[in-house]
């Protein structure tokens, strides 16, 4: 079937690159607009080899020229970006109640963003590329979703839909379709763009809670794609008490903090709050609402010393509309250095958008990786079909302390 012709075209086949030119092409990526004498000194390339490396990547459109700056010399140099045949990637981030989708290019910067209050992954992809320029193709998708991505857990749970979910995105835009866990794609943005640096964790705490592990500048999954579940936690620890199956979730959930707060509510402070964005708002003139919030901070700061005896990262990102309230990092500080080591506590900078932009960088990372000729080992991605294949072929990729 036929691309719609409102949408940027597929991706055909990479280019066979030439070493300096793959080079060329990773530093572009990154860097931003350069120069030549810029990439020449990043490289160590000769001003030869730089020229037909260049020459290589404008033929293809895989670079272009974006104007010309004015040195300390006063001599003009000509910069270089990304070029049109460079392509769009879309990430998406599938919550259960909205979907909120950006197209970028390579570089990951935004080019079109979407925002549905409904789980349509779809019509949010579909809106997104709506807003593509047409001169360059589609390269891949990225999908964060909330549940383990994996091949050995895929069939449980919510994951048995994971592959119902690439198999529909797949058949409407015939791109590569990759699937990962949304705290994991928010660690991913945090490193990039964040408060992140080569080691550390991102604690998302909200509705639910997880873990994103950063080490080394790579996303460390676990052998089944788990790690980072910190709901599964055995909680409680008693002599009277069995743990049960994700207690310790359900207990650090914010439905079980508005829950506990209102149970003890003072009568003289009207209703009590029925969110925990209300609790937030009322901590400022309720004392009952701010020791409710002091509670849950050192709660929280007991996982965070845990996960730091464990990984020892030097720095936790908190993150999740409750996680990220600045009323509870100084709480979750002050337990955290009770019990362990002198670990920096930051707050996400990247707010709601932390988990959309760690797709975009996925799958912008996954499609460099193809023009480059090297395998990003995704978590879970579903690859078009071969020339006569009745249906796409699938590839399930599990890489054990793997980036994305």
Known sequence: ?????????????????????????????????????????????????????VGELEAYGLVASRGTVKGPTGRTAVTYGLGPEAGTVVGVDAGTTHTHAIAAGLDGRPIAEADLASSEIEGAVEQVLGGVRRDGPLRAIAVAVPTIVSAALAPRG?????????????????????LENNVNCSALAELR????????????V????????????RLFRGFN????????????????ETPRLEALEEYLGSASLVERCARDWLAGEGAPPQSAEELFARATTSAHARACIDRHAADIGRLVAACVGVLDPGLAVLGGGVGQNELMVEQIARTVAELTWPTEIAVSRLTRKATVLGAVQL?????LGTLLGEDRRPAFS???????????????????????
């Open 225 to 240: 794609g788990a790690a980072g579940e910190v709901g599964r936690l055995p909680f409680p620890w008693s002599a009277t």
């Open 1 to 53: 079937m036929p691309n719609p012709p409102k949408f940027p075209p597929v991706a055909g086949p990479p280019p066979a690159l030439t070493d300096s030119a793959r080079a060329v092409l990773r530093t572009v990526s990154t860097s931003g607009l350069i120069t030549r004498p810029q990439l020449g000194a990043l490289l160590a390339f000769s001003k030869p080899t730089m020229s037909a490396a």
């Open 158 to 178: 919510r994951g048995k839909d994971l592959l119902a979910i690439a198999q529909r995105l797949q058949d409407r835009f015939r791109v590569p379709i990759l």
């Open 382 to 404: 579903l690859l078009p079909a071969a020339e006569g294949e009745p249906r796409p072929a699938r590839r399930l990729a599990r890489a054990a302390g793997g980036q994305r």
């Open 193 to 204: 763009e964040g408060a992140g640096r080569a080691s550390f964790i991102y604690l998302q």
């Open 206 to 217: 909200g509705v639910k809670i997880g873990l994103g592990i950063i080490i080394d500048g």
């Open 363 to 367: 799958a912008a990372d996954y499609s």
